[in-house]
Nanobody, 115 residues
Framework: QVQLVESGGGLVQPGGSLRLSCAASGIISGIRARGWYRQAPGKERELVALIAPNGETRYGEFVKGRFSVSRDKTGNFAYLQMSSLEPEDTAVYYC?????????WGQGTQVTVSA
């Protein structure tokens, strides 16, 4: 059973930066992509960023070069470096690992961007 645990969320001022981390435990093989989604109150969950095993990345349109997704060499960790944060980025951020038979999700970490 794969478990994902996010960390690094919190309160940040507009224009600030945060780095989210996702630690995976359990049997991890055949992962097709690692990355992040987010869900703001009253809105649907949306793609933030994904990274494939070959390093290819995909970002939500709203990212506009402000965020960067990465993973470590073991494949057990995924990261999301966020900069130039805006109040509209306030949401719960979820880590996801896409396995061969389905997707794994973390519990989420709250990111609040406010002055």
């Amino acid at each position: 059973q794969v478990q994902l645990v996010e960390s690094g969320g919190g309160l940040v001022q507009p224009g600030g930066s945060l780095r989210l981390s996702c630690a995976a435990s359990g049997i991890i093989s055949g992962i097709r992509a690692r990355g992040w989604y987010r869900q703001a109150p009253g809105k649907e969950r949306e793609l933030v960023a994904l990274i494939a095993p070959n390093g290819e990345t995909r970002y939500g349109e709203f990212v506009k070069g402000r965020f960067s997704v990465s993973r470590d060499k073991t494949g057990n960790f995924a990261y999301l470096q966020m900069s130039s944060l805006e109040p509209e980025d306030t949401a719960v951020y979820y880590c996801t690992f896409r396995g061969p038979w389905g997707d794994y999700w973390g519990q989420g970490t709250q990111v609040t961007v406010s002055a």
